[in-house]
């Protein structure tokens, strides 16, 4: 019970998640609210399940006639309308059920009803609101060179339009606290301001940040064998101590020292920062990195000699900089059309593994077996009535001898992989379901039967 004037109950206090919903917000905008508002606002907001108790507190005033029905904290132009939108009218008995009912959808946060006693023995009822904010524009002041204003904006994951939470804004801050420790701003202070537009519901969110003192680079510690001293570590990831902390600067260390044994073919060596702790004292942060540098790694072929440069083009872990089973797979398919590119059109390619006896080096050596070397002098194709050759030869991987190949591409793998492409399409595709084709002749001759539209 409130006394205002004369005698007040509070009726019940709605947090308008639901209505939020229905105006557009994301469904989880709901326990994010709650969430910010905490224990404090429990009593004020109750669950949906405590509805009929809060309700209740009115059953004194049930059945008498509503006198007026106001919105003090809006303005007075807003009142009529708002009015209409509700389900308990002036001059109707009030109603606890309609009471429930007349929550405003989408434009308020929380929303509080107050029934008051009138001099003439009616209720008088006030729509106590909190009105939803949208989050307007977003500045950032006060930044260093690194991160700049517009790195702390994005780091804020904060977006133009979407609805305001004080819970959003927690998160913001924790965010932009990393961002600016992993640039070494260990010391630095925050402040959060806002500045509410109600005309447009948008609030502004402005970010002062007072970065302190940038922090250094402690020790370095290194987890395994890297086969380097601690001091030739730094030299190699151009890491030293006493040098300023920023994102930038772990990164490339990390690049470093990866392309340092990428370069004696260390393909499966692995570096990661494996923790970094601060010291306040010395505002320094000690980092530890985990390497294992792997086995050296020699790709070789047997039985056809193919050149180091053809096969760093054709084997994808020199571009990856990974070596995996899919990738070398991806090698052997790659050097088997290499082969038939250049006339080896019955070549055979399969792929072994084998380490050193104390697995400091691995061996992946693609066999290799050429077949004899033939051109393909003419590709010819019989039967096509609907499409002609040029948009079906357009489609097959099967090319005659030419300027750019000098003894065309075939296989039997590559010759019945066209096949069933053209009869997917674009026979079948444009409604030909009964087509067949087939190879008639030692010339790859193919002739299409039964060209026939459903």
Known sequence: MLLRGALRATVAA???TAAAVGAGSPPGEKGSQQTAQGAAQAEENPPQNEIPTALGAIASYQGRTVESIDFPDLPKSDWLR???LIAQKVGEPLDRERIRQSILAGRFGDLRVEAE???SGNVALHFVTSTNYFIGEITVEGTPAHPAANQVESATKLQLGEL?????????VQKIYQLMQENGYYQSTINEAEVKHPETQQIDIVFRISPGPQAHVGTIAVNGNPGYSIAQIEDIAKIHPDDLVTAQRITRALDRLRKRYEKQNRLLAQVALFGKSY???????DYIFDVNPGPQVEIVTEGFKISHSVLKRNVPVYEENALDDD????GRRNLLNFMQTRGYFDAKVTLQKRSGPDENALRV???VDSGPRHKLVKVEIIGNKMFSDDQLRSRMQVQPAGRVLAHGRYSQGLLNADIRLLEENPYRYNGFDQVKIKQISLRLSCRLMKDRKR
């Open 14 to 16: 709605l947090a308008l």
């Open 82 to 84: 708002l009015q209409e």
């Open 117 to 119: 006693s009138t001099v």
């Open 164 to 172: 305001y939470t004080r819970e959003k804004i927690s998160r913001a």
């Open 279 to 285: 010291r306040p004292e010395a505002n320094a942060v």
């Open 327 to 330: 990738l070398l797979n991806e």
């Open 365 to 367: 050596i693609y066999i």
